[in-house]
């Protein structure tokens, strides 16, 4: 039995269930008690998402989806070689480094989620977060320009990685939508919502 616990709209619980998806692993989804003292064994920083399955406990997107990749059968989500396999990694750790902390924490997380709770948000350094999102980017869009998936010709945890902060932050407005003007990222998108998987990890 397979538990995956956080929400559904986290961005890095969403790469984490297109991951099961993709291997077609049935799972249950649970909503994470981050305060709860119990929790800490899950994740010992209270975030999310962390998987549990048969007596294996795995936190954090990146471990929680090579793990996922690799104790289950189905299409790989790595590549075989070890070009292929650095060129994932590279992506990964380049989206965590580059992307996330802003796009995610510097304008998803503020509009979407302190907005929503009364907080007041800081205007200049979400602005300043989102152009910052889309001058890291941009490298991304130059390397789909160059191939259909970010480690090749298949898709990869690399973009399972990445597609929800793209497909969320195209549902913001104004200087906030920090996916304005990157067409070979539109492209790769329009080809990772035409699998299967997308539409059944797709939070409702």
């Known amino acids: 039995m397979v538990t995956l616990h956080g929400s559904a709209f986290s961005t ?23 305060r709860a003292p119990e929790y800490a064994a899950l994740h010992p920083f209270r975030k999310m998402p962390a998987l549990e399955h048969d007596g294996v406990r795995v936190f954090e997107a990146m471990a929680v989806m090579r793990y996922v990749d690799e104790a289950f059968a189905g299409p790989a989500l790595q590549p075989a070689d070890a070009a292929g396999r650095a060129r994932m990694t590279q992506w990964m750790s380049a989206y965590n ?46 390397a789909l320009g160059e191939s259909p998936w970010l480690a090749g010709d298949t898709v990869s945890l690399a973009d399972l990685l990445l597609a929800p902060t793209i497909v969320t932050g195209a549902l913001l407005a104004g200087e906030d939508r920090y996916t304005d003007g990157l067409p070979q990222i539109g492209a790769w998108l329009a080809r990772l919502e035409a699998r299967p998987a997308y539409a059944r990890a797709r939070p409702g």
């Open 12 to 34: 890095y619980t969403w790469s984490a269930r297109l991951a099961l998806e993709e291997k077609g692993v049935e799972y249950t989804l649970v909503p994470p008690r981050l």
């Open 97 to 142: 480094d580059f992307v996330a902390p802003h796009a995610v924490r510097g304008v998803l997380i503020p509009r979407l989620v302190l907005a929503s709770r009364g907080v007041v948000v800081d205007e200049g350094a979400v602005r300043a977060a989102a152009a910052n999102a889309r001058e890291a980017l941009a490298v991304f869009e130059a």
